[in-house]
Nanobody
């Protein structure tokens, strides 16, 4: 079982990045998918969630209107489109798959996003 992330990097303020998360060893169809992030010296914080069917999306206030979470169940993929990035968005971002009823909780390896001029 794996969640493999890609798409991080260095971007200037105001720029955009798209993070991808590829699941293997299980299908994400019945999983709520989430993105979290952890900035240096801070605790990990929740960023965004999308329900198993994709009909419900929720965002932290700090990213609302700038970030978009999406999923492609057929490809077993989840994405985080990040626009209008600011230095405060600099963090390691983590993909998470959660299915509460069977207590499954999987994490990606983390990917660094750095917003700097």
């Amino acid at each position: 079982v794996q969640l493999v992330q890609s798409g991080g990097g260095l971007v200037q303020p105001g720029g955009s990045l798209r993070l991808s998360c590829a699941a293997s060893g299980f299908t994400i169809t019945r999983y709520a998918m989430n993105w979290y992030r952890q900035a240096p010296g801070k605790e990990r914080e929740w960023v965004a969630s999308i329900s198993s069917g994709g009909g419900s999306r929720n965002y932290a206030d700090s990213v609302k209107g700038r970030f978009t979470i999406s999923r492609d169940n057929a490809r077993n993929m989840v994405y985080l489109q990040m626009n209008s990035l600011t230095p405060e968005d600099t963090a390691v971002y983590y993909c998470n798959a959660k299915r509460i009823e069977i207590r499954n909780d999987y994490w990606g390896q983390g990917t660094q996003v750095t917003v700097s001029s």
